[in-house]
């Protein structure tokens, strides 16, 4: 098939299905992520495998010619892999270094020596949210879950007051804080500027991040009150190395992307002429492919070298950390698919026509459409990436800081409770041996108060910006 007979489909593929009425969209909408609910949920398919089959229903029951539906999907999932592909592979590479080479415990032991008695909390969460930016959130807990839980035996603290507040800060940076999958996803679908996302993010995160984890975790550790098993111990990364990093360099090394990307949307904000010498040099080094290109590049000296790795050694880690990500990419691309055939079929024309005459105001809408399908999914990727290319076409009017706050909104509900069809809440249950009512009283619980925080003060800020 040539690119111009896809493109000719792809841009018939709306025209095609406008005749459709909006009873019948609605429908289309609710079977196709029926479809995908029940595959993921109930037959327990792959999420790659669920969305693409749930795009294929979806067209169908829109009434969509098969070929154009198939052209559609690929077409998102081309666009979306192109979009955040090479991102997730580079962040994957930045985490996968920071790990091996002992610089993440370099982290966490320095913050720990300088930290004891009340402050044990709120370093934990300093640390998960440092080790948390540049780490997917179940390479986040294997990392965290040696300290947490020597911490805890050692200081004599509950396992819930140490691990509640790591598990809030890898939570918070994985749903509101790019350059994580999620966010990357909404910001592309949404077509939000990615600097001031991570902006809005971070002034989300710190406040959200306080209440869900330092200090419910006073109260997780009365309703469950268990000691460190033994079992779950394992060994650290750096145990097996003669050398690691310096702090000071793993921490500038970590936060050298963020930096870059704040600081393009600090002087956009600031300067606003496109074709200044010091806009471009900014927009050029703070773009997120370059941003974090330059932070494995940095990385590879700051945190292989001086860990004494040699070039066979730091090779040898990239390889292996692209191999974890292909599902990832997979599912985020499939959900790209998912999203643009949603739009194709008259979705989000249709979510434009109805939303005039709701009261609901549009980031609450984008909210709950993502708590429904986290709750149906127990994915928030997946509920990341529905939610965005449901409510896609309302963020068309809006400004670059609302549309910010919409990928926010969305975040947000991609976190909501948590509970027995999520594979994060089968992994914190196993690594601290809890119960499953256990699990849910802290677990399911702070997931809960970070989506609803998290949704009340982008509220706020939407009354301000």
């Not at 289309?28 to 327990?44: P, R």
């Not at 947490?148 to 994985?174: C, D, Q, T």
């Not at 849910?440 to 998290?454: A, N």
Request: net charge neutral; aromatic share 6%.
């Amino acid at each position: 098939m040539t690119s111009l007979s896809v493109e000719t489909l792809a841009a018939d593929a709306t025209e095609t299905i406008t005749s459709v009425g909006n009873a019948q969209l609605g429908i289309a909408v609710l079977a196709g992520i029926a479809v995908i609910v029940l595959l993921i949920t109930k037959f327990k398919v792959h999420a790659f495998l669920a969305l693409t089959i749930g795009s294929l229903a979806l067209g169908a029951f829109a009434g969509a010619p098969l070929d154009k539906t198939i052209v559609s999907f690929t077409t998102g999932l081309g666009t979306t892999v192109a979009g955040v592909g090479v991102l997730i592979a580079l962040g994957a590479i930045l985490g996968k270094l920071l790990a091996d080479s002992g610089g993440a415990d370099e982290i966490v032991d320095t913050i720990l020596a300088k930290a004891g008695g009340r402050a044990m909390p709120w370093a934990m969460v300093l640390i998960a949210s440092v080790i948390g930016l540049p780490l997917f959130f179940e390479v986040g807990i294997v990392l965290l879950i040696p300290v947490v839980l020597l911490v805890a035996k050692r200081g004599n603290y509950s396992l819930m007051r140490i691990g509640i507040p790591a598990l809030a800060g890898l939570s918070v940076m994985h749903g509101l804080v790019p350059p994580h999958p999620g966010p990357l996803v909404a910001i592309d679908a949404i077509g939000a500027n990615l600097g001031v996302t991570l902006a809005l993010g971070v002034l989300v995160a710190v406040p959200t991040v306080i209440i869900a984890g330092p200090v419910f975790s006073r109260y997780a550790a009365r309703w469950v009150d268990i000691p460190a098993p033994e079992k779950m111990m394992p060994a650290r990364p750096s145990e097996d190395l003669d050398r690691r990093p310096g702090f000071g360099a793993t921490v500038t090394t970590v936060l050298l992307p963020v930096v870059l990307m704040l600081g393009k949307a600090l002087v956009e904000l600031v300067v606003d002429d496109p074709e200044s010498g010091i806009q471009r040099v900014t927009d050029f080094i703070g773009s997120p492919l370059i941003a974090l290109l330059a932070a494995v590049i940095v990385g590879m000296f700051t945190l292989g070298r001086a860990a004494g790795f040699t070039k066979d050694r730091i090779s040898s880690t990239v390889e292996k950390s692209l191999a974890p990500i292909a599902g990832i990419l997979l599912i985020v691309g499939a959900g790209g698919g998912f999203k643009t055939t949603l739009i194709d079929v008259g979705v989000g024309q249709m979510i434009l026509d109805l939303s005039k005459n709701w009261a609901i105001p549009t980031l609450l809408l984008a909210w709950l459409i993502a708590v429904a399908i986290r709750l149906a999914t127990g994915s928030a990727t997946v509920a990341t990436i529905s939610a965005a290319g449901l409510v896609a076409p309302l963020a068309a009017d809006m400004s670059t800081s609302h549309a910010a706050l919409l990928v926010l909104a969305i975040g947000a509900g991609s976190l909501f409770f948590s509970h027995v069809n999520d594979a994060g809440f089968w992994l914190v249950k196993e690594y601290f041996g809890m119960s499953v009512g256990q699990t849910i009283k802290t677990w399911s619980v702070m997931e809960t108060i970070i989506s609803v925080v998290g949704i009340g003060f982008v509220m706020l800020l939407s009354l301000v910006l």
